[in-house]
């Protein structure tokens, strides 16, 4: 008997690379490796790729050491590692739940205020929370009396794109901000003022949806900020676990910490060895771990079928977790980076292995 397919919604450049091997950022070699492992084989396709009437779908498959398309039943597993704006796409995802399919997932790019609002019905997430406003002008200004550092950020971007931070030095106000909203952007320029919000922050803020954040104390390296991804993935039994922890420290030109906007990857722990000796080691990850699942399983609460994320996260000086963000389709490449292949390898094998665990009838705890 064949082993029974796992699904992998990719979108159409990953698609289109997979019988060039050129498939980038993803990884895919290990999803079917996993599969060995698990005794499942993972087929890749997008939306555009299934018939409703027959439910079948035109995914390719790798055999004898090649990815050919097949047309087969759509798998009663899927996982959605594409993303997909328009309702859409939305809609029929919604009509494969409804005749059987699990899409885990299925949704993956939330609104930050969003998230930020799910996480503040919990008491024990709220003081790790930043104070938090749709970034209209008068919520600005408001933020403005009350901290004398602030972030901007696009509510629907990644990777750092379109963020601004505001900073009040000896009476002024300095705004740094990209020059435009390009992954590629490296232009930043610096407006200096007192009072009345530049224009170029006045129609960003009138033109896109953005939310405005205290500026949160983090913990530094040589003086940069750095927070951390943390990968967490539910496995093979169904609970949230924490897959990995890479620290991403912010380039001596700006605040940001993202690979993709310069910034570099350390580990934690020679972090806390080289800044922060004084610091119980063990204690602080564990801290780290705790919370990272805290918010896992608090958001899983309200976005059904959620079951792999990844979280930013920072520490204080004294090692307190603060939350930043969360991914929803988690870019794994930073364990690449970073060197650490074990981990890099895990963030792929335990989508299957969770895939396997609802194809043997398990239900996921809350």
Same mark, same amino acid.
């Given at each position: 008997? +064949?082993?029974?397919?796992?699904?992998?919604?990719?979108?159409?450049?990953?698609?289109?690379?997979?019988?060039?091997?050129?498939?980038?950022?993803?990884?895919?070699?290990?999803?079917?490796?996993?599969?060995?492992?698990?005794?499942v084989?993972?087929? *890749? $396709?997008?939306?555009?790729?299934?018939?409703?009437?027959?439910?079948?779908?035109?995914?390719?498959?790798?055999?004898?050491? @090649?990815?050919?398309?097949?047309? +087969?039943?759509?798998?009663?597993?899927?996982?959605?590692?594409?993303?997909?704006?328009?309702?859409?796409?939305?809609?029929?995802?919604?009509?494969?739940?409804? @005749?059987?399919?699990?899409? $885990?997932? &299925?949704?993956?790019?939330? +609104?930050?205020?969003?998230?930020?609002? #799910?996480?503040?019905?919990?008491?024990?997430? /709220?003081?790790?929370?930043?104070c938090?406003?749709?970034?209209?002008?008068?919520?600005?200004?408001?933020?403005m009396?009350? *901290?004398?550092?602030l972030?901007?950020?696009?509510?629907?971007?990644?990777?750092?794109?379109?963020?601004?931070?505001?900073?009040? /030095?000896?009476?002024?106000?300095?705004? &740094? =901000?990209?020059?435009?909203?390009? #992954?590629?952007?490296?232009?930043?320029?610096?407006?200096? $003022?007192?009072?009345?919000?530049?224009?170029? #922050?006045? %129609? %960003?803020?009138?033109?896109? !949806?953005?939310?405005?954040?205290?500026?949160?104390?983090?913990a530094?390296?040589?003086? @940069?900020?750095?927070?951390?991804?943390? !990968?967490?993935? %539910?496995g093979?039994?169904?609970?949230?676990?924490?897959?990995?922890?890479?620290?991403?420290?912010?380039? +001596?030109?700006?605040f940001?910490?993202?690979?993709?906007?310069?910034?570099?990857?350390?580990? #934690?722990?020679?972090?806390?060895?080289?800044?922060?000796?004084?610091?119980?080691?063990?204690?602080?990850? /564990?801290?780290?771990?705790?919370?990272?699942?805290?918010?896992? &399983?608090?958001?899983?609460?309200?976005?059904?079928?959620?079951?792999?994320?990844?979280?930013d996260?920072?520490?204080?000086?004294?090692? *307190?977790?603060? $939350?930043?963000?969360?991914?929803?389709?988690?870019?794994?490449?930073?364990?690449?980076?970073?060197?650490?292949?074990?981990?890099w390898?895990?963030?792929? =094998?335990?989508p299957?292995?969770?895939?396997?665990?609802?194809?043997?009838?398990?239900?996921?705890?809350?």
């Amino acid at each position: 008997m +064949s082993n029974p397919y796992v699904g992998i919604l990719v979108n159409d450049a990953l698609f289109a690379g997979i019988p060039l091997g050129n498939t980038k950022y993803e990884a895919i070699g290990f999803y079917g490796d996993a599969g060995k492992f698990y005794g499942v084989t993972p087929c *890749y $396709f997008r939306i555009q790729d299934v018939r409703m009437k027959t439910m079948k779908v035109h995914a390719y498959v790798q055999e004898d050491g @090649r990815y050919k398309r097949k047309w +087969s039943k759509l798998p009663k597993v899927v996982h959605n590692r594409a993303i997909y704006l328009d309702p859409e796409s939305a809609k029929t995802l919604g009509e494969w739940s409804k @005749r059987g399919i699990q899409i $885990f997932n &299925q949704w993956n790019r939330y +609104s930050k205020l969003r998230i930020h609002e #799910l996480l503040m019905k919990n008491e024990a997430i /709220r003081p790790h929370l930043p104070c938090t406003f749709p970034a209209t002008i008068p919520n600005v200004k408001a933020m403005m009396a009350s *901290y004398d550092s602030l972030i901007i950020k696009p509510t629907n971007s990644s990777i750092g794109r379109g963020v601004m931070k505001l900073e009040r /030095r000896s009476g002024k106000w300095n705004l &740094q =901000y990209p020059v435009n909203m390009k #992954l590629s952007n490296r232009k930043w320029r610096t407006l200096i $003022f007192r009072q009345r919000l530049p224009l170029i #922050l006045r %129609r %960003r803020l009138r033109t896109g !949806s953005y939310m405005v954040q205290q500026c949160l104390p983090l913990a530094t390296v040589a003086g @940069r900020p750095f927070d951390m991804r943390i !990968s967490v993935q %539910r496995g093979a039994n169904g609970e949230w676990g924490v897959t990995g922890i890479v620290a991403k420290v912010a380039s +001596s030109k700006q605040f940001l910490t993202n690979v993709a906007q310069g910034g570099r990857l350390m580990t #934690l722990t020679d972090i806390l060895n080289t800044e922060y000796p004084h610091l119980n080691q063990d204690h602080v990850c /564990r801290e780290i771990t705790d919370f990272s699942l805290l918010v896992a &399983q608090q958001l899983s609460l309200d976005l059904p079928n959620l079951a792999d994320i990844g979280l930013d996260i920072a520490i204080t000086k004294d090692g *307190y977790p603060l $939350f930043i963000e969360c991914n929803s389709k988690d870019q794994r490449y930073s364990f690449r980076e970073a060197d650490m292949q074990a981990c890099w390898q895990s963030t792929y =094998y335990n989508p299957i292995a969770y895939a396997k665990f609802i194809l043997d009838g398990g239900t996921p705890p809350n």
